[in-house]
């Protein structure tokens, strides 16, 4: 638990730290101040700054600097990512050249988006490196010129409902060893060994988290395919590695697949809301992100490399929908404010940005309860506490 714990905390401060790093580096770049930059969330325990004079200072806890006409660059006592304070970022000095609300319409869109920018670049450098040194990889498509593939394994990649497969509770992502202590140099064999066992119990040898299973489980006759399974989508797998130079290249072609196939999950998840179909994607919260952050820095380095790149894709593509509270949802004001040749008012705009926090709060606690309820242990620990 202190591992899933320390880990979540990690990957999380990494991510958040590269988006507020990109809001920071455009603010600098259009001239707009920063006002104060730093690792973790306030109140401040320390900072450094140039004064008046350009001579580095350093403050100490939470006061205000009144001579420093840059940015103070700070640690802060919640250690969780970074944050970045724009001056003129709600609306205000917008007579002040360095401020924010001063600039563009343009510029502020450039601005807002740089945070999911860094993201989405954070992602195809982790995928990047993940590829120098590998990284878990089906098989079944095909490769760049030069991989090399090792640990070749054969994994479950989906477990349908009510089936034998099911009932055995067997898991994406779980690995077949053997069957009847035979083991499978493809998934092809593997296949035509259970359509020739259909109605027999076959003793399944299962790899998960480092542990090995053994379940029986008889294969029946699947109406769809009319041959013998146990109800299970299998592929081969392998550690996928490239030369430096392609490496580079694979990371950058693999964030740019995630990010699409990312937005096509939202888009049906948001069609299904808005059509009534509900909601069919299995969402989690902070606690079943950190469950599963746990499981998978557990499997090794080169799985959590490309957990972390995949949350990072995903952070960028929530913070872009444009929902109040969200850097897309500013950036929905900005196009509103074109549109109508004039802003919003900044107390309409700060109400509803206010409102949209609160709704995703509540959306968070909902499904924080619910992750709470699904993974066993943390309920063992909820239980012990209240």
Known sequence: MLLTIITFFVVLSVLVFAHELGHFLTARRFGVR???FGFGFPPRAWGIYKDNR???RQVVGA???ADCPSTVYSLNWLPLGGFVKIRGENGENGNERDSFASRSAGQRAVMLSAGVAMNIFLAAILLSIGFMVGLPQALDGGLGAGA???????QVMEVR????????????GDVIL????RQFSGYEDLQ????????????YKIGRAGAEIEEKITPELVKETGRGGIGIAITETGIVRYPWYQAIWQGAKATVFLTWAIIAAFYELIKGLIFGQGVTADLSGPVGIATLTGQVARLGFVYLLQFTALL???LAVINFLPFPALDGGRILFLIIEKIKRAPVKREVEGAIHNLGFALLMLLVLLVTFRDIAKFSAIKNIWDKLF
Do not use: C, F, H, M
């Open 148 to 154: 090399s593939v090792s640990d070749r394994k054969i």
């Open 178 to 181: 053997a069957i009847d202590g």
């Open 161 to 172: 409902k009510n089936s034998p497969a099911e009932a055995a509770t067997l898991k994406i």
């Open 192 to 203: 035509v060994y259970v359509n020739a066992k259909v109605g027999q119990p076959l003793n």
């Open 312 to 314: 990072s894709i995903n």
């Open 34 to 36: 920063a006002e104060e």
């Open 54 to 56: 350009g001579k580095w």
């Open 63 to 65: 006061k205000e600097v």
